[in-house]
């Protein structure tokens, strides 16, 4: 059974949102909902798009890296988790290139995409990485009007 919402304590996560998940000892991972599924045995599933950190990401070729402390990179890595791993919610400002993030806005940015297997970036406003993604059959969401809406 697909549901479009999920509810945690007293905090309502909708798909689309934005949370953080354990990961072990590790910082905790960032991602996005996707899908909430509920299966046998009332075990709640759900569907994660992962945002990488910088210091996840590697490039193609050993290319440095250069992003700000706060940024994350959307990617088409998807899995699928148990709800336990859940931790809260978190604010994530998706925005275009040259686009500043006012002071106090978001806990994270996220300006790129990061393809894992062709290992490169793009900023989310291209439109050269929307092939790759049907490879990986994600589809790429406009997630810029994200920022304005949440």
């Known amino acids: 059974m697909y549901y479009c919402w999920l509810l945690q304590g007293d905090r309502t996560l909708s798909i689309g949102d934005t949370a953080l998940f354990q990961a072990g000892n590790a910082p905790p991972f960032i991602g996005i909902l996707r899908k909430v599924t509920v299966e046998k045995e009332d075990q709640v599933k759900l569907s994660v798009n992962w945002l990488y950190r910088p210091a996840d990401v590697k490039l193609a070729?050993?290319?440095?890296?250069?992003?700000a402390p706060n940024e994350i990179f959307y990617s088409f890595h998807k899995d699928d988790?148990?709800?336990?791993?859940?931790?809260?919610?978190?604010?994530?400002?998706?925005?275009?290139?040259?686009?500043?993030?006012?002071?106090?806005?978001?806990?994270?940015v996220c300006r790129r995409v990061y393809d894992t297997a062709s290992k490169c970036l793009?900023?989310?406003?291209?439109?050269?990485?929307?092939?790759?993604?049907?490879l990986h059959d994600v589809p790429?969401?406009?997630?810029?009007?994200?920022t304005t809406t949440r």
């Open 140 to 146: 790429v969401p406009d997630l810029t009007p994200c």
């Open 122 to 134: 793009w900023w989310l406003t291209d439109r050269d990485y929307t092939d790759v993604s049907k």
């Open 61 to 67: 070729k050993g290319a440095a890296l250069e992003a």
């Open 81 to 108: 988790i148990s709800a336990a791993s859940l931790l809260h919610p978190c604010k994530v400002a998706f925005l275009r290139k040259g686009v500043e993030l006012p002071a106090g806005v978001s806990s994270f």
